[in-house]
């Protein structure tokens, strides 16, 4: 038997997955809100819906991967009437740990999954996402066809919704504290007439090396920022960092990286690159 998979959201990520989906041999059919975002999939076999109603109809998994809480609850408040009680329903978007709280209400009788990604563009259209679960036990292998499909690994982490949610800011605090010390790093460099290229290449193969550093850094240089994690999106979830951290812990490295996103956002360059915080840091 064919199982069928509903995507909302055909984004950055959501496209992607979508067509490893279909790959894997899954009956796809994709939503956007807007449609024209999702009809490139129809080349990799996607059913393309105009309704939200029409495209989770009869599914046995609802995948959400839209931009933030917000997106979730009004996609799943249209499709809630005619998402079937057999469903699973995905939760795969970072949205925090008060909106995981709030969506997982919103399920009622339909079996909830918290699973957000950690990956960005590329590893999402290699179908190598790590996906991070928070689910009851008895879902776990219904689940595996749908993670296998998008990820190279998934960690169950608990049976309770926030549970993987609050792993993935942690992962997310890191990612973006890293690219923010990279633009440091990168600027300290052009401002002491020192090559950045002698700097990566000083901590290549070593225990200081990370290789996200090194793809970040390239763009840095060469001032290009296509997206793979928009500014925007980073803002966005360093906010929920913030926000869940409150003050049980110190994140003065999160809120600096969070205030050069801002000037990098409210000056227009959001939809770039999150390695475009660097034109907030270099004063050259």
């Known amino acids: 038997m064919t199982v069928t998979v509903a995507v909302l959201g055909t984004g950055i990520m959501g496209r992607p997955m979508a067509a490893n989906l279909a790959k894997a041999g899954l009956a796809v059919r994709a939503w956007n809100r807007t449609t024209a975002k999702a009809e490139p999939l129809r080349e990799h076999g996607v059913e393309v819906g105009e309704s939200v109603t029409d495209v989770v109809r009869d599914a046995d998994f609802v995948v959400t991967m839209l931009a933030d809480g917000e997106a979730v609850?009004?996609?799943?408040?249209?499709?809630?009437?005619?998402?079937?009680?057999?469903?699973?329903?995905?939760?795969?978007?970072?949205?925090?740990?008060?909106?995981?709280?709030?969506?997982?209400?919103?399920?009622?009788?339909?079996?909830?999954?918290?699973?957000?990604?950690?990956?960005?563009?590329?590893?999402?259209?290699?179908?190598?996402?790590?996906?991070?679960?928070?689910?009851?036990?008895?879902?776990?292998?219904?689940?595996?066809?749908?993670?296998?499909?998008?990820?190279?690994?998934?960690?169950?982490?608990?049976?309770?919704?926030?549970?993987?949610?609050?792993?993935?800011?942690?992962?997310?605090?890191?990612?973006?504290?890293?690219?923010?010390?990279?633009?440091?790093?990168?600027?300290?460099?052009?401002?002491?007439?020192?090559?950045?290229?002698?700097?990566?290449?000083?901590?290549?193969?070593?225990?200081?090396?990370?290789?996200?550093?090194?793809?970040?850094?390239?763009?840095?240089?060469?001032g290009e920022y296509p997206a793979s994690f928009t500014a925007s999106n980073a803002l966005k979830d360093l906010r929920l960092v913030l926000e869940a951290a409150g003050d049980r812990a110190d994140l003065g490295g999160a809120a600096a990286a969070m205030a050069h996103l801002k000037a990098v956002v409210d000056a227009g360059h959001g939809d770039e690159d999150m390695a475009a915080l660097y034109r907030a840091v270099a004063k050259g």
Request: glycine share 8%.
């Open 73 to 222: 609850r009004a996609a799943y408040d249209e499709a809630k009437g005619a998402v079937p009680e057999h469903a699973v329903w995905l939760q795969m978007s970072t949205v925090g740990l008060q909106w995981t709280a709030e969506l997982a209400a919103l399920a009622g009788a339909v079996p909830f999954v918290d699973a957000p990604v950690l990956g960005t563009k590329q590893p999402a259209e290699q179908g190598k996402l790590i996906v991070l679960a928070a689910g009851a036990e008895d879902l776990r292998e219904k689940c595996a066809s749908v993670f296998d499909a998008v990820g190279v690994r998934t960690i169950w982490v608990g049976t309770e919704p926030g549970a993987a949610s609050r792993l993935k800011l942690v992962a997310n605090s890191w990612v973006i504290a890293l690219t923010n010390a990279t633009a440091e790093a990168v600027a300290l460099a052009e401002a002491l007439d020192v090559d950045a290229d002698h700097f990566f290449d000083a901590i290549s193969g070593g225990p200081l090396d990370a290789g996200y550093a090194h793809v970040k850094g390239k763009a840095m240089r060469a």
